[in-house]
């Protein structure tokens, strides 16, 4: 039996771990001859697997869980990732643009990039020798006068807990930035420590191959199902279409949900959202697309190679892309009506012209002639009741551990989500960072967790 096994009372549900005691002995019971058999129950049923861990989703967030279970647990804890597609060509964590920035208004949000950013300045520390191309800029978040004193407020909240930046005047701005047009700019946050972008594949990479040298094992396949026949408040099993069409069922201890944008979707296949009482709260997580375009410029006085991630009044963010004299450009929509379809991932270039361009020709007058030369979308996985994640333990079903809604800001936390949860199995809290405020109930208790600095 796991020696952590007890720990699972995700530090309020304390009537479980005697619960996921006698379900663990009686896994283990109907295991001791090993790993894959035909089910009587249903003969469809090509294998079965079992695990202590079954993560749902190996994209950042689900690897890293992985790689941190794995990391401090190792044989202790048996580990499968569950992904379908592991080319990951729709997953937000490839899609992303790799921005990392402590310029938020929760502290929990500044505690957990602050974490991010020191991971991916030290990969090597983590994964040996993988480096994940941190390009330290910084982030120049731009403010009207009416949105002044909340940046002011962010500021010092943020250099409080450690983040390192300061405000700067419109001529302050102009004298730091000479292409920056301060017309209708009251005060700009410029981030100099911990700022920057980085690959997000490279650290999707180590948290893969560190966590399978650890030990876990990452299972080619899509949740199909849970089985929820019984009523329980624990989940025992779920079942997965393989690559190669049969199915395979895994069972398993505890679940994990890192499904990105696809999490709400995943969760109502456990009557999340579709039962009664506690399980009629959704998992409030769905995919909205989010477009990202490539340009270059010949106009003059051009920000130039050390320029920070620039975002605008209105949220439009630009930064330079590569050593040539690329920029990538993107913003959300303005309202709810402005949401593309998320049907495929297909670029709409009408909104870069429309929502885009006229900005950033408004804030430098480089970028008055530009070249649209690459583009591409991906989505975020939204969290609709307060676009913030959602970490910790489901309030009804005892065994599963939510880890997704990152709305935009995911790759930057995943090191520190992924040590979060491991936290939860293997130490029943949070030890690193205080994240209970960021749980499920909040959802069931309509408590909202709003972060000012969304784009
Ligand atoms: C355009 C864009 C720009 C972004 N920029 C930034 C940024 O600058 N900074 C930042 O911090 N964040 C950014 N993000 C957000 C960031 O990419 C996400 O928050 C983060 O990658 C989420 O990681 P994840 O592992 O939860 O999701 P994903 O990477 O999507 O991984 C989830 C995985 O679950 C798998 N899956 C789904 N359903 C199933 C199923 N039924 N069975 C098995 N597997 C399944 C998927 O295949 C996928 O691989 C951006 C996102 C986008 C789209």
Not at 433 to 443: A, E, K, Q
């Amino acid at each position: 039996m796991s020696k952590y096994a007890h720990l699972i009372s995700f530090g309020m549900r304390t009537d479980l771990p005697s619960e996921i005691l006698r379900s663990l002995t009686r896994i283990n019971a109907v295991y001791k001859g090993g790993l894959g058999f035909i089910s009587k129950r249903s003969m469809s049923v090509q294998s079965r697997r079992k695990c202590n861990v079954v993560v749902i989703g190996g994209g950042a967030v689900g690897s890293s869980t992985a790689y941190w279970l794995k990391k401090r647990a190792n044989r202790d804890l048996s580990v499968i990732v569950l992904e379908r597609d592991p080319t990951y060509k729709e997953a937000s964590t490839v899609l992303s643009v790799g921005g990392v920035r402590q310029q938020f208004s929760l502290p929990e949000n500044i505690q957990m990039s602050l974490f991010g950013a020191e991971f991916i300045q030290n990969s090597t520390k983590y994964f040996g020798d993988v480096d994940l191309c941190f390009r330290p800029h910084g982030y120049l978040v731009l403010s009207s006068e009416k949105c002044a004193q909340t940046l002011q407020e962010n500021s010092k909240l943020q250099n409080e807990l450690g983040a390192r930046n300061e405000l700067l005047t419109p001529s302050q701005l102009i004298r730091k930035f000479p292409w920056l047009n301060t017309d209708d700019v009251a005060l700009g946050c410029y981030g100099f420590e911990n700022e920057g972008w980085f690959d997000p594949w490279a650290l999707l990479g180590g948290f893969r191959s560190q966590a399978k040298e650890f030990g876990a094992e990452f299972l080619h396949g899509e949740v199909l199902s849970f089985d929820i026949s019984n009523n329980s408040e624990t989940l025992n099993s779920v079942t997965v279409k393989a690559k190669t069409n049969e199915t395979c069922v895994v069972d398993f201890d505890i679940c994990v949900l890192a499904g990105g944008a696809h999490s709400g979707q995943i969760a109502r296949q456990a009557n999340i959202g579709t039962g009664a009482g506690a399980l009629s709260i959704p998992l409030p997580v769905e995919p909205r697309k989010r477009f990202v375009y490539v340009f270059t410029t010949q106009g003059e006085n051009a920000p130039g190679p050390g320029t920070p991630l620039t975002i605008d009044l209105d949220g439009t963010y630009f930064r330079r892309d590569g050593m040539g004299s690329n920029f990538i450009t993107g913003r959300s929509p303005c309202n709810e009506q402005a949401e593309p379809p998320i049907t495929n991932l297909d670029v709409d270039h009408e909104f870069f012209e429309t929502y885009i361009w006229p900005t950033l020709a408004k804030r430098c007058t480089a970028f008055e002639s530009i070249k649209v030369c690459g583009s591409w979308a991906g989505y975020y996985e939204y969290n609709t009741f307060d676009e913030n994640g959602i970490i910790g333990p489901h309030t009804y079903y005892k065994n599963l551990l939510i880890a997704t809604g990152f709305s935009g800001h995911g790759i930057q936390q995943s090191p520190a989500v992924g040590r979060a949860i491991s936290e939860l199995i293997l130490d029943g809290h949070f030890k690193s960072i205080d994240l209970s405020r960021l749980g499920f109930d909040r959802i069931a208790s309509n408590r909202k967790m709003s972060e000012s600095n969304i784009y």
